[in-house]
């Protein structure tokens, strides 16, 4: 059974400082990763994607990618309430996606 | 645009009972999901589809079955509910392997309570 394993939280940061999330994924074989952002009462929505090792930016999301260490994380810079939500990993697996439980981030004020 | 539709919103059904999740996107899209979400956790994967005529088992497909005559329609079928299948139930699509883009298109979801 293919795994993807996140941390349920909640992490819960100051408003302005950087939110940390960190997925761990069980096949070797994965070479697509993604970060989804789910709000409560939501559907989820696709927010990062990554292929290769290292880092990728945009706007105030980080993604990094460990391929040897089987690990994927986010980071969120300058965290406001807004984004508070659940973050979901995903990581690709033959025509499909498998998610990890998710992270509740709560930022507050 | 649509996009993915699911029908109904919500739904009590009673143990024993069956019912069909109607999912419909109007973007021809091959690729259709059925994903559930339990409290708190993440989304489970039941089955799914790469085209019509062809269907998948994911993660947690026992109590389920499908069925993708067209490219539009995807609907999830319950057999003999059982309070274990209590979620909230997510319709996706994707023009084509999601391991590209990694873009999946969701439905609002379709919450489901067996008593």
């Known amino acids: 059974q293919k795994e993807v394993e996140q941390n349920s939280g909640p992490l819960s940061v100051p408003e302005g400082a950087i939110a940390s999330l960190n997925c761990t994924y069980s096949?070797?074989?994965?070479?697509?990763f993604f970060w989804y952002r789910q709000y409560s009462g939501k559907s989820p929505e696709l927010i990062m994607s990554?292929?290769?090792?290292g880092d990728k930016e945009d706007g105030r999301f980080t993604a990094q990618l460990n391929k040897a260490s089987q690990y994927v994380s986010l980071l969120i810079r300058d965290s406001q309430p807004s984004d508070s939500a659940t973050y979901l990993c995903?990581?690709?697996?033959?025509?499909?996606?498998?998610f990890g439980t998710g992270t509740r981030l709560q930022v507050f004020p | 645009n649509a996009g993915v539709t699911q029908t109904p919103k919500f739904r009590i059904l009673k143990i024993g009972q069956s019912m069909t999740l109607q999912c419909a996107q109007d973007?021809?899209?091959?690729?259709m999901y059925w994903y559930r979400q339990d409290p708190g956790m993440g989304l489970k994967l039941i089955y799914y589809?790469?085209?019509?005529?062809?269907?998948d088992k994911g993660e947690v497909p026992n109590g389920y079955n499908v069925s993708r005559s067209t490219t539009e329609d995807f609907p999830l079928r319950l057999e003999l509910a059982a309070p274990s299948q209590t979620s909230v139930y997510f319709c996706?699509?994707?023009?084509?392997?999601?391991?590209?883009?990694?873009?999946?298109?969701f439905g609002e979801g379709s919450r489901l309570t067996v008593l």
């Open positions: 996706a699509s994707s023009y084509s392997n999601p391991g590209g883009t990694g873009e999946l298109f």
């Open positions: 096949d070797r074989g994965s070479q697509s």
């Open positions: 990554i292929y290769s090792n």
């Open positions: 995903a990581v690709d697996n033959t025509d499909k996606l498998i």
């Open positions: 973007m021809n899209h091959n690729y």
């Open positions: 589809s790469v085209g019509a005529g062809i269907t």
